[in-house]
């Protein structure tokens, strides 16, 4: 059984592809009732509908991120628990994207969730998108400055020439700007 009619638009299809995702962004922006609806979904044992729902809120994110601050909680408390590649690099985009929305133990808890998805995730994307936000709130962080520059020495010699490249120029971004 369905959580709701976006877990049903969300469901089937070849997995790498977005499927309704765009059909049901465009519901939500006309609606915004129905966001909780979407986000209801993560909650599907489905992980293509897991996958789909974070393309979703990243595409939300972008045209309303006001839309999403008062999720940050949830996002935090619930959504991190998550132990799935796509919602861990889109809890990284995300928590970037509304830094500027965030209490500073918001922030903080963002921060503890992404270092322990850094050091544990083997995920590329997960870890391109975490060394980003970790690495850009470094800069004005010297706490996870000193943390993250050991971290992103280790990548910078990863055999994944994408996490090595971003962890060669974040690293360079925070030991020049000292």
């Known amino acids: ?11 089937g299809g070849h997995p790498n592809s977005l499927g309704n995702t765009v059909e049901v962004v465009n519901q939500i922006l006309a609606d915004r009732k129905k966001l909780d609806d979407l986000y209801q979904c993560y909650f599907s044992d489905d992980e293509v509908v897991r996958l789909r729902v974070s393309n979703a809120m990243k595409r939300i994110c972008k045209e309303h991120p006001d839309w999403l601050v008062s ?49 544990k995730s083997d995920d590329w994307i997960v ?17 996870l400055r000193l943390w993250i520059i050991p971290k992103l020495e280790k990548f910078s010699k ?12 974040m690293l360079n971004t925070l030991v020049t700007n000292n």
């Open 158 to 169: 990863s055999d994944r020439k994408s996490v090595a490249g971003r962890a060669k120029k």
């Open 1 to 11: 059984m369905a959580i709701n009619k976006f877990e049903e638009m969300l469901t």
């Open 71 to 119: 999720y940050i909680d949830k996002f935090l408390k619930d959504i991190s628990k998550i132990n799935q590649a796509s919602t861990q690099w889109t809890l990284a985009q995300l928590f970037l994207w509304l830094e500027d929305e965030m209490t500073t133990p918001q922030l903080e808890k963002a921060k503890e969730i992404l270092k322990t998805n850094l050091e």
């Open 127 to 143: 870890q391109n998108t975490t060394i980003e936000t970790l690495s850009t709130w470094a800069k004005n962080d010297e706490k």
